[in-house]
């Protein structure tokens, strides 16, 4: 069964500082990986998404993501984050070829306090 | 362009009672999936619409059930709550372009439906 793992429940920053936010996947097929945010009192929003070609990928709001096939792994990075950057971060997966259609598994999520 | 709609936006039940939650996809949307999100965990997929048909579930009784309506817009049905059922219930759409992948396909959330069940 194909499942996410985020690596990180909690994570703290002080503004400025680098964000990695690790997540691995499980399928042995082909898959298209997303990496949503929720801030605090919105709805999910996309923040990146990879289908095919670079396996790095950048995102809205300076995000980026790189993909390693070898290590099915999706870590999200931000080089120096933001206080406005507070919020659930979740890595998706998302199998192709299952009849044609799709579904979306999520990580737990990862909870991201930024201090000014 | 209006994004993706959901209603009510919070609902309190007892257990034993049923519960409907309406969902209205984005603008040109054809495919509506729902999801669970219970306190602290990720969105858990419970299935997806297309074509007012069924076209994948997930790990979840029969109790939820569902329904697509031509004009793309779903409902998600629950009978017999249990306590357990309270959480977050999250909308998402999609454009399925006749069953083919796309490059451009993700999928868009509403804001969601809070219930409680007591």
């Known amino acids: 069964a194909q499942s996410v793992s985020q690596h990180n429940h909690h994570v703290i920053l002080s503004e400025a500082a680098s964000l990695e936010l690790g997540c691995n996947y499980s399928?042995?097929?082909?898959?298209?990986l997303f990496w949503y945010v929720q801030y605090p009192g919105q709805h999910l929003q996309l923040l990146l998404k990879?289908?095919?070609?670079?396996?790095l990928v950048k995102g809205i709001k300076g995000f980026e993501a790189e993909f390693i096939k070898s290590k099915f792994s999706f870590n999200l990075r931000k080089p120096s984050v933001q206080w406005s950057d507070t919020a659930e971060y979740f890595c998706a997966v998302n199998a192709r070829g299952d009849g044609g259609y799709n579904k979306l598994i999520f990580g737990a999520g990862t909870r991201l306090a930024v201090h000014p | 362009d209006a994004g993706v709609t959901q209603s009510p936006t919070h609902l309190i039940k007892t257990r034993g009672q049923q519960v409907t939650l309406r969902c209205s996809p984005k603008?040109?949307?054809?495919?509506v999936s729902w999801y669970q999100q219970a306190l602290g965990q990720g969105p858990q997929f419970i299935f997806q619409y297309y074509e007012e048909e069924e076209r994948q579930r997930g790990n979840f009784p029969d109790r939820f059930s569902g329904h697509q309506f031509p004009n793309y817009s779903s409902e998600l049905n629950v009978n017999a709550l249990l306590l357990g059922d309270s959480a977050l219930y999250l909308c998402?759409?999609?454009?399925?372009?006749?069953?083919?992948?796309?490059?451009?396909?993700?999928?868009?959330f509403g804001p969601g439906t809070r219930l409680t069940v007591t």
């Open positions: 990879y289908f095919s070609g670079d396996p």
């Open positions: 998402a759409s999609s454009l399925m372009l006749g069953q083919r992948w796309t490059s451009g396909y993700e999928q868009y």
């Open positions: 399928y042995g097929g082909t898959v298209n």
């Open positions: 603008s040109g949307h054809d495919t």
